[in-house]
Nanobody, 122 residues
Framework: QVQLVESGGGLVQPGGSLRLSCAAS????????MNWYRQAPGNERELVAT???????TYADSVKGRFTISRGDAKNTVYLQMNSLKPEDTAVYYC????????????????WGQGTLVTVSS
C-alpha cells in the first residue's frame, strides 16, 4: 500500500518561510507528477505547484517567485519551499501524486496526502 506522508506545516509570521515535505511510502518505481494543492476555509482546493518526472515545474500565478517545488534524490519525495509568506497563503496544503507505479507493477492513478496546515499570521 503506497501512501503520501506530509510534514512541515505550522504557524509563521508574514514574510517568513516554511518548507513542506511529502514522501511516498512503499517501493516506488516511478511517479509521473507530484503536485501541491491548498484549500483555504470556504474556498475550493487549488493547484499550487507541479513537478513532472522530467523535473519541469509549473506554479500558480499567486505563488510564482515565492514558492519552489523540488524533488528529492530518491524521486519519491517532493518539497515545497515557501518564502515571503502572506496571510492569504494560509490553508491546508495537500500533496498529490499522479501516475504512481510500484516495483511490483502496481499502479495508482492518483494519491493524496492527509494535508498539513500552514497558518501565516502575526
Amino acid at each position: 500500500q503506497v501512501q503520501l506522508v506530509e510534514s512541515g506545516g505550522g504557524l509563521v509570521q508574514p514574510g517568513g518561510s516554511l518548507r513542506l515535505s511529502c514522501a511516498a511510502s512503499g517501493s516506488i518505481f516511478s511517479i509521473a507528477a507530484m503536485n501541491w494543492y491548498r484549500q483555504a476555509p470556504g474556498n475550493e482546493r487549488e493547484l499550487v505547484a507541479t513537478i513532472l518526472s522530467s523535473d519541469i515545474t509549473t506554479y500558480a500565478d499567486s505563488v510564482k517567485g515565492r514558492f519552489t517545488i523540488s524533488r528529492g534524490d530518491a524521486k519519491n519525495t517532493v518539497y515545497l519551499q515557501m518564502n515571503s509568506l502572506k496571510p492569504e497563503d494560509t490553508a491546508v496544503y495537500y500533496c498529490h501524486a499522479k501516475g504512481v507505479w510500484t516495483t511490483s507493477m502496481q499502479r495508482y492513478p492518483e494519491l493524496w496526502g492527509q494535508g498539513t496546515l500552514v497558518t501565516v499570521s502575526s
